[in-house]
């Protein structure tokens, strides 16, 4: 009678079967094809702690290289490599309150100042180079969410026609989509957008994804459970709510979940937000960013 694997030779098999696999697949799909594979066989994945930024940040972000931009309690910009390492950080308090880092662009950073209505534009090392005011230039306040357009411009959301608009950084509007009143089978609370270059995609209230083509024409609103934070990789959507980490494909309806609080290195933390970068796995609780590989 054939002994049964312990943990620690299973662990192998399935990384020794895992690396045949990963040579053709993007290193963050290979990141959470391990991990579901892990799960599925009931074993707590091996995640190796590669650094932490610890404080209280009120937003966080990161960009495709992995590095780590985060928005203190008194408005500072700061700028992290992908093993916690602070590399640059500005502060500009005369803005007053910064709500959002859109780091689509690693070589160019946008900042929105919520009370002023200003999208700030800065290099990679957080050197101030220009702005736009939302009001002088397009007449439009109260702006709840903004983000960086595929072409360098930016769009945000008119919450006086419940229009979804992209403009250029002198404030000319490009296009603009529907009254989605119209569309929308709830009251629209925007809370964060994301131009991935294919789809744009508005976050209204806590469970749904609004898509856009890159023209800004409503397409579809995709249904999911109460999320946090999402991101976009290739065709996948990755959101996270306080506990776990789901993909999802809108073509082909796959879902998956990571229960990510159920590893033992966590102990039933409460995330507030989470990213997932190359090899990277970021998790943000009240106290500590965690720089996480596997």
């Not at 009931?42 to 985060?70: A, H, M, S, W, Y």
């Not at 509007?173 to 569309?183: D, G, R, W």
Request: some cysteine; charged content about 25%; proline content about 3%.
């Amino acid at each position: 009678m054939m002994p049964l694997a312990t943990k620690s030779q299973k662990h192998k098999r399935i990384t020794k079967y895992f690396v045949k696999l990963s040579a053709f697949v993007p290193s963050w799909q290979k990141f959470l094809s391990l991990l579901l594979l892990f799960c599925s066989f009931n074993l707590t994945p091996e995640l190796r702690l590669e650094g932490e930024i610890k404080g209280q940040f009120k937003f966080f972000t990161t960009d495709k290289l992995g590095n780590v931009f985060v928005l203190t309690q008194k408005n500072d910009i700061q700028k992290f490599d992908k093993k916690g390492k602070k590399l640059t950080e500005a502060n500009f308090k005369v803005l007053g309150d910064a709500n959002m880092i859109d780091a689509g662009n690693p070589l160019e950073i946008y900042v929105f100042y919520k009370d002023q209505n200003k999208l700030v534009y800065f290099d990679n090392m957080l050197n101030y180079r220009g702005e736009t005011d939302l009001y002088k230039t397009l007449g439009v306040n109260n702006i709840q969410a903004v983000c960086r357009s595929y072409d360098n411009g930016f769009w945000f959301f008119d919450p006086d026609n419940f229009k979804l608009k992209k403009a250029d950084k002198q404030g000319d509007l490009q296009s603009e989509s529907i009254n989605l009143a119209n569309v929308a089978d709830t009251i629209l609370t925007p809370q964060m957008l994301l131009d991935d270059g294919k789809f744009v995609y508005l976050k209204t209230n806590n469970d749904r994804l609004l898509v856009f083509d890159i023209l800004g024409n409503y397409i579809k609103t995709i249904p999911l459970e109460k999320f946090t934070s999402f991101q976009t990789k290739e065709e996948n959507l990755i959101y996270s709510t306080y506990s776990d980490l789901y993909t999802y494909n809108p073509s082909t309806f796959e879902k998956d979940s990571y229960k990510l609080n159920q590893n033992t290195l966590f102990n039933n933390a409460s995330f507030l937000n989470i990213r997932l970068e190359n090899d990277r796995l970021y998790l943000q609780d009240s106290a500590t960013i965690g720089v996480y590989s596997f």
